[in-house]
Nanobody, 124 residues
Framework: QVQLQESGGGLVQPGDSLKLSCAAS????????IGWFREAPGKEREGVIV????????YCADAVRGRFTISTDNAKNTIYLEMNNLKPEDSAVYYC?????????????????WGQGTQVTVSS
């Protein structure tokens, strides 16, 4: 059974950094396309950064390029999202997702497995 559990969210100030974790179980990370998505109040869920199976391809939203990085620790079966220079517009519930897709996609509808989400609030 595929399970995902996010942690690490919180309230930070603009310019701060935050690292989210997603503990995965029931599957092997490198065999799945995995990604981070976010959903702000009143907005559609959007892709932040995704990485294909075996880490071959990575896609990143323009709004976070150069500030956010995805990484994995296969030994711990954990996915990370490192966020730097956070802005108020980054405030959202952040979700990790996984699917045995053959391609990387930022379309959240293509992912079958989701965590429960973790709140990130950027405010002064």
């Amino acid at each position: 059974q595929v399970q995902l559990q996010e942690s690490g969210g919180g309230l930070v100030q603009p310019g701060d950094s935050l690292k989210l974790s997603c503990a995965a179980s029931g599957f092997t990370l490198e065999d799945y396309t995995i990604g981070w998505f976010r959903e702000a109040p009143g907005k559609e869920r959007e892709g932040v950064i995704v990485i294909s199976r075996h880490g071959e391809i990575t896609y990143c939203a323009d709004a976070v390029r150069g500030r956010f990085t995805i990484s994995t620790d296969n030994a711990k079966n954990t996915i990370y999202l490192e966020m730097n220079n956070l802005k108020p517009e980054d405030s959202a519930v952040y979700y990790c997702a996984a699917d045995p897709l053959g391609i990387a996609t930022m379309n959240h509808l293509m992912y079958d497995h989701w965590g429960q989400g973790t709140q990130v609030t950027v405010s002064s």
